[in-house]
């Protein structure tokens, strides 16, 4: 092991993008696994690498889920500052991680059969919740993310070995093309583009709020955009959103003075537990990747 | 007159905003000035502060007009240094002005009748250019311009007396909304927002890049677009932008690979000349603030 602050680079020149080797849907060739999602919607799914689904949860619901962040920053003695990441400039609050843990009510979403039916269905598998989250941008003030591939992160810093992972957002407020609504390549989940760069210890502190390590290139980026264009699902608060971990996406900052937020949980197959990271010196801390991998039991 | 680094306070505490006290269209009550645009046209400029005009510019001249920049950019002996800006972070090109001095092309282009005779018609005057200018976000690059009012800025630092000035925007490149286009709050141009703040001396040199003085506060912008929400015009190059100078705009930042540009020219009317600066030391240099008044014969 190298001293210094970084470690093990994830390439050091530029390599280009190949196709991905695991499957998408984890199913035997020709079979509908057996779960809520049609046929089509895991076509869709292994097609564009994402599922916008509507109607999965009631409004009442979803406003009920919208504000219990506020119920959680009002109670300091539930945070642990390290989980609560603020804006760069004004402080504000960017995202609170590993709710699953810290709010009942979450650690109860995180368990629902809506979500984690659908999650089994696509990956073959028991699952477990590797990374919960819940994103804010403030009206005028949120800033956006980079295009990235959050896969790429999970294995090179957190020794995720492959692409088996899928996320589950819950759109908490109206998306509209002004707030800076989530952003995706379609089809881009179907090739592995290195980034290259070595990885700082503690990366996570930065690219958190400023992505710049772990970005692929602009020529990969441009060419996968060219081929699958870019999609920004908006509309009324409720849908959910089913995404593969090796989807590229990101957002623009929020312009407008409405606020936008999503709560959302990664489901890791039990069969892709970590291993060491691939290009960091450690694996990154709990609050960004549960050490919990026993098989969630839906309710 | 004080030494140090700012000078006249724009307001030293916020001032709610009030009404616009000039006109918007400068015709007497109930006649419709003579000139190109419909009474329709007028009616729109007058509620919403621009009028979005397509089909002025046939396509092969847009055309024409997009690769100017590039033969520019090519011949360093035609650029004053001072008239290129920069990106913060890349260094490449995110305006060049003055370009009605420096390209016979665009020089003819802003003495155009399809221009200069709406104009004419709504400022109810002969008119001269105050300022011309080619804005870029490269693909990727390009970063946003904060909500502002022109006339705020021009108004402050400086001296333009009214609110009598007209810019007309050509659109370039193809808008999309990933690509970081205008965005207008409609019906904004009726009130005027005192803005806080001291202009420090060469405020433009980095307000051109990320204007922090000179913006409108959060409450009034919010309650602006509550109420006349947000337009982002979109589509095909080529349409022409006609909007006041007290019109609220701003602009994300191109997370696309599509690249964006426009070229625009600010007309003023001979009856506004610049005086002394209301909020500054001194008026900004010539490439923001042509001293040439003479009207525009138009060609």
Redesign the interface.
Known sequence: MRSGTSIRPRTTHRIPMFERLDPVVYAPAGETPAGPLSAEDLERFERDGFLFYEGLLPADEVRHYREEPTRLLQDPSLLDEECVLREPRSNEVRSIFRVHRISPLLAALGRDRRFVEPVRQILGSDVYIHQSRINYKP??EGK?FN?HSDFETWHAEDGMPRMRAVRCSIILTDNN??N?PL?LVPGSHRYFVPCVGATPDDNYKSSLKDQQIGVPD?ES??EL??RGG?R?PKGPAGPVLFFDCNTLH????N???FPRSNAFFVYNSIDNRLQAPYAARRRRPLFLTDDDCRPIRPR
């Open positions: 009206g005028f956006g295009w093309e002004f800076g952003m602009r980026l441009a955009i060219e870019i920004a990101g957002s623009n900052a312009m407008s003075p």
